[in-house]
C-alpha cells in the first residue's frame, strides 16, 4: 500500500460533505444550533500505547474508542474526527487499520473529516469533535452527591494482563481492553442529571481522586458495592484484595459521575437509554481526598491508585 | 523537564476558558453564530519535516504555522488549538518548545485548548480550529476568473537549501523556511471576494494544477508575472528559469486564490486589509490541466511541479 493508495483508501471512507472528500484544506463542520463543539485529541504509540502484534483493527478501534470516550464523559455526540496517521508499518497492516477504522466510525456515527498523513514512527493522532447543548465536566461535584459508576471495572486490566502474555487469554477480557466501548449513549443521557463526569481510564480509584480534586470536595467509596463482572470475580482474589486490585487498574472507558440523591431515578433511566448498568459506588464528602470503605470499616488507600499519566505500562 | 513540569507549563498556556485548565476530558469550545467550524490536523516528523538541530521555537512555530494557513486558506479565524506532544527530547528542547508555542499562540490569537503528552519517538501533532461564515475552498474557480498569489515565493524553498547546508546562509531566507506567516487576515478578507482559495505549501506550479483540479478547470499561469522576492532574486538564475525554480519549491505558505476579473478591487482591498501584496499571476480558463506562458509564448511545464504529498525531503 502505497501512499496514493493510503489516501485513496482514506478518501473512500470521508464521504461527509464535512469531509470535503480530503480534497480541500481543512473540514467544514456545522455545530448544530444550540450546541457547544467539545474536541479531544490522544496519541497512541507503538511500543507504547500497544504492541507491534497487536491486530491494527483492534488499533484503530481503540483509538477511535478512547477519544469518543472523552466525548461521552462530557455527554457530547460525536460530529466527526480528524486523523494524524504515519505510514510506519505494512502494508496490510495500514490497510487493515484504514478498515478497522471506517467500521468503527460507521459503528459510532463518527465520520473521518480529515488529517495528514506522513512518514515517520508508529505514532497514531486522533481528534474527535463532538456537540453538546450543556456539556458535562468532572469539576461539577457537590457535597452530598452520590457517586455512581457504569459497567464493571477491572476487565480491561486483566485484558491487558493476557495481551502481555502473562495470563492464559480469556476472550471477553481480552476484548474489553482492546475494543472498550465509549458510553456515548449514557453520556448523553446524563446531560442536566450528573453534576459531574469522567471516564475511567487509569484506574476507578485514581480517576475519582481526580474527580474529587477537579470539583474540589473529597470522595468516598464503598468497595462492597463497586461492580465486577464474573470474569473478573473468577480471576482475582476474593473481597476486598480482587476489588482494590480491579479499582487499581486502568483502561476500562467506564463513566464515573456524580449525581444529586434526588436524581437517582435519572441516573437509571439515563442507564437504561445508554444501555448500560450504572451502579451508586460511593458519595462526595467535604473536604478533600479520597476516602474507602469496607464491611468492616475505613480501608487504607493502596500505595498505587492505577495508572499515571503517560504510562508506559499500558502496552498490549 | 519531567511529565509532571511538561504538563504545568502546557497548563500556563491554557488559560482560555474553553481549555478548562486541561483538566477536563475535552475542551469547550464556542463556535461564534452563524459561523461554520473549519478544522485541520497537520503532523510534523523529526528526521522528516524538520532535523533534529532546528531550535525547538521554530519547531514550535512551523507546527501552528503550517495549520493556521490551512485556515487562513478557507478564509476562518482561529479559534484554538489541541496538540498531541511525545516526549522525546531533552528537557531544555521541551521547555522552548513550549515556551514558542505560547509565543506562536499568543501572536496569531490561537489559544492552546487541549491534546495529549505521551512517550515516544518526535512526532508532533497539532489540530487547528477555526471558525468562518462563508469558508473559501478550492473547488469554486470558475472559467475567466484571475488567479492571484499573495506575497512571493521561492524565498522558503532557498531557506530550505540554507537550513540542510547546501548554501550560505542568508537570515531573511531562512526565517522564511524555518518562520512562514499564516495569510490569516487575507483570508479573512477573501470571504465573498475570492472563488476559491489554497496555501501554497508544495510549489506553486503543483498547487496550481490542484486548485484547477479541483474545481475542474484549466489554469495558465503567466511567468513573467509571478512575484519574487529580491533576496530570491540575487540568488536564481535570471529569466525563466529562476521563476520556475522559485515555483517549484515548497514551504511559502502563501495563498493562491481566484476571482472574478470584476473583484479585482477587492482582491487589492483584502491585500491592503491582511498587509501583504496581492499579486494577479494568470488565469482559470476551460478545459483541465496547467499551462504556462512565459515572453516568448508557452512554455513546457518542468518535469517536477513541486513536492509531492508526503515529502521526506522537506527537512530543515
Redesign the interface.
Known amino acids: 500500500m502505497n501512499?496514493a493508495d493510503v489516501?485513496a483508501a482514506l478518501r473512500a471512507l470521508a464521504t461527509h460533505p464535512a469531509a470535503?472528500g480530503l480534497?480541500?484544506?481543512?473540514?467544514?463542520?456545522?455545530?448544530p444550533l444550540g450546541r457547544?463543539?467539545?474536541?479531544?485529541?490522544?496519541?497512541?504509540?507503538e511500543?507504547?500505547?500497544y504492541t507491534p502484534a497487536c491486530p491494527a483493527g483492534d488499533v484503530a478501534w481503540k483509538l477511535v474508542a478512547t477519544n469518543l470516550s472523552?466525548?461521552a464523559?462530557?455527554g457530547?455526540t460525536p460530529l466527526g474526527m480528524?486523523?494524524?496517521l504515519?505510514?510506519a508499518r505494512e502494508a496490510v497492516w495500514t490497510a487493515d487499520f484504514i478498515a478497522g477504522l471506517g467500521r468503527v466510525a460507521a459503528l459510532w456515527d463518527c465520520p473521518l473529516?480529515?488529517?495528514?498523513?506522513?512518514?515517520?514512527?508508529a505514532?497514531l493522532?486522533l481528534?474527535a469533535?463532538?456537540a453538546?447543548a450543556a456539556?458535562l465536566?468532572?469539576?461539577g461535584a457537590r457535597v452530598g452527591d452520590e457517586l455512581w459508576l457504569s459497567g464493571t471495572v477491572g476487565d480491561a486490566g486483566l485484558g491487558l494482563r493476557m495481551a502481555l502474555g502473562e495470563m492464559a487469554v480469556e476472550g471477553v477480557l481480552l476484548k474489553r481492553y482492546r475494543r472498550p466501548v465509549p458510553r456515548l449513549g449514557l453520556g448523553a443521557a446524563l446531560a442536566g442529571v450528573a453534576s459531574a463526569?469522567?471516564?475511567v481510564s487509569d484506574g476507578l480509584l485514581i480517576d475519582a481522586a481526580r474527580l474529587g480534586e477537579?470539583s474540589g470536595v473529597g470522595v468516598a467509596i464503598e468497595l462492597d458495592a463497586v461492580p465486577l463482572s464474573d470474569a473478573v470475580r473468577a480471576l482475582l482474589p476474593a473481597g476486598e484484595a480482587g476489588v482494590l486490585a480491579a479499582a487499581a487498574s486502568g483502561d476500562d472507558y467506564e463513566l464515573l459521575f456524580t449525581a444529586a440523591p434526588a436524581a437517582a431515578g435519572a441516573v437509571r433511566a439515563a442507564g437504561a437509554a445508554g444501555k448500560v448498568a450504572v451502579t451508586r459506588i460511593g458519595r462526595v464528602l467535604a473536604g478533600a481526598g479520597l476516602r474507602l470503605r469496607g464491611a468492616d470499616g475505613p480501608v487504607a488507600l493502596p500505595a498505587r491508585l492505577g495508572f499515571e499519566?503517560?504510562r508506559?505500562c499500558n502496552a498490549g
Chains 1, 2 share one sequence.
Open positions: 501512499e489516501i470535503r480534497r480541500d484544506d481543512a473540514a467544514v463542520i456545522d455545530v457547544r463543539l467539545v474536541a479531544t485529541h490522544d496519541v497512541l504509540v511500543g507504547v500505547h472523552d466525548l464523559a462530557m457530547a480528524l486523523l494524524g504515519t505510514l473529516l480529515g488529517g495528514d498523513t506522513v512518514s515517520g514512527p505514532v493522532g481528534t469533535l463532538g453538546a456539556p465536566s468532572r469539576m463526569a469522567m471516564d477537579a499519566h503517560g508506559g
